[in-house]
């Protein structure tokens, strides 16, 4: 079983930085995509970005594009959401997930088949 826990989330102002951490253990990642998503109170799960574990280049929702920053770090097999310049909007609890293969441009929570429990992100105005 693949195994995910979310850390780093908190309360920011407006304008300010947070850090989230996936921590994976179990079956090799190599071959899977790595996502982030969010869910505000009320709203469905939506997508902020993925990669793969094996490399390349991440892939951002449009809204977070630019200030927000998906990495991943093999040694610690660990994935992280930098995310820089935040706003009222991006409150949510936010959950790092792991497909079954490699990126195809999934963007919907089906496309991934295990999740962390989440980490609250609350940003105030």
């Known amino acids: 079983q693949v195994q995910l826990v979310e850390s780093g989330g908190g309360l920011v102002q407006a304008g300010g930085s947070l850090r989230l951490s996936c921590a994976a253990s179990?079956?090799?990642?190599?071959?899977?995509?790595m996502g982030w998503f969010r869910q505000a109170p009320g709203k469905e799960r939506e997508f902020v970005g993925a990669?793969?574990?094996?490399?390349?280049?991440?892939y951002y929702e449009a809204s977070v594009k630019g200030r927000f920053t998906i990495s991943r770090d093999n040694a610690k097999n660990a994935i992280y959401l930098q995310m820089n310049g935040l706003k009222p909007e991006d409150t949510a609890v936010y959950y790092c997930?792991?497909?079954?293969?490699?990126?195809?441009?999934?963007?919907?929570?089906?496309?991934?088949?295990?999740w962390g429990q989440g980490t609250q992100v609350t940003v105030s105005s």
């Open positions: 179990g079956r090799t990642f190599s071959n899977r995509a």
């Open positions: 990669m793969n574990w094996s490399g390349g280049p991440p």
């Open positions: 997930a792991a497909a079954e293969g490699l990126y195809r441009g999934g963007a919907v929570p089906s496309d991934y088949k295990y």
